[in-house]
């Protein structure tokens, strides 16, 4: 069964500290992973897609990676709009649908 | 920037009685999906359409029922709502195609049911 685990679950950190979230996905062939942001009441706002290992997506102050098991979403200098949930997901081979993980909520402190 | 609009945003209702959730988008899309999502869980698919006439029930058993006879309109109907049925509902949309296009959503309806 296609899972994806995202850790931490919360992270809290202060404005210019530099971070990473993890995406750690099992699936059965890698049609794409995406990555979103929400904000409190608001739906997921895409950010990237991935399609294969090694592939690499930057926007602003993120940065998104893939290998064969995992991706990571790295935050370099963040300031306190950077606050939100990020959610990972994956779509398989041959599936329409996207698997989402619980998501990392990401507070910038000041 | 995506267009897709849903309403209403906040529902509290009581029990057993009718809803219809809006879900409309602009751009031409001819895929669209329902998510449920409680808070701080998960989104999981309920719902999703490839085009005009065609619905398909996702992972999570719903007891909500949609419909598609216009491109941009892909509404979800509780015929009589319970407590159970509390909870975020999300429509998002997508291209069509080779199909791993990013999907975009709404803001969601936050639906209460006494």
């Known amino acids: 069964e296609d899972q994806v685990t995202q850790s931490p679950e919360a992270l809290r950190l202060q404005e210019g500290e530099s971070s990473s979230l993890n995406c750690s996905y099992t699936?059965?062939?890698?049609?794409?992973l995406f990555w979103y942001r929400q904000d409190p009441g608001k739906g997921p706002e895409f950010l990237f897609t991935?399609?294969?290992a090694g592939e690499e997506k930057e926007k602003e102050r993120l940065k998104a990676t893939l290998t064969k098991k995992e991706s990571f979403l790295h935050i370099t200098a963040p300031k306190p709009e950077d606050s939100a949930t990020y959610l990972c997901?994956?779509?398989?081979?041959?599936?329409?649908?996207?698997?989402f993980g619980q998501g990392t909520r990401l507070t910038i402190n000041p | 920037e995506a267009d897709i609009y849903q309403t209403p945003r906040y529902l509290v209702i009581g029990t057993g009685k009718k809803i219809t959730l809006e879900c409309s988008q602009t751009?031409?899309?001819?895929?669209m999906y329902w998510y449920q999502q409680d808070p701080g869980m998960e989104l999981h698919l309920i719902h999703y359409?490839?085009?005009?006439?065609?619905?398909e029930k996702g992972d999570l058993s719903s007891e909500s029922t949609v419909s598609r006879i216009r491109t941009e309109h892909f509404p979800l109907t509780l015929e009589s709502a319970r407590p159970s049925h509390t909870s975020q509902y999300l429509c998002?949309?997508?291209?069509?195609?080779?199909?791993?296009?990013?999907?975009?959503f709404g803001d969601g309806t936050r639906l209460s049911i006494l």
């Open positions: 998002a949309s997508s291209e069509g195609g080779r199909g791993n296009q990013p999907q975009h």
């Open positions: 699936v059965s062939g890698l049609r794409g």
């Open positions: 991935l399609y294969s």
């Open positions: 997901a994956v779509q398989a081979e041959g599936a329409q649908k996207l698997v």
């Open positions: 751009m031409g899309h001819d895929k």
């Open positions: 359409s490839y085009g005009v006439n065609s619905t």
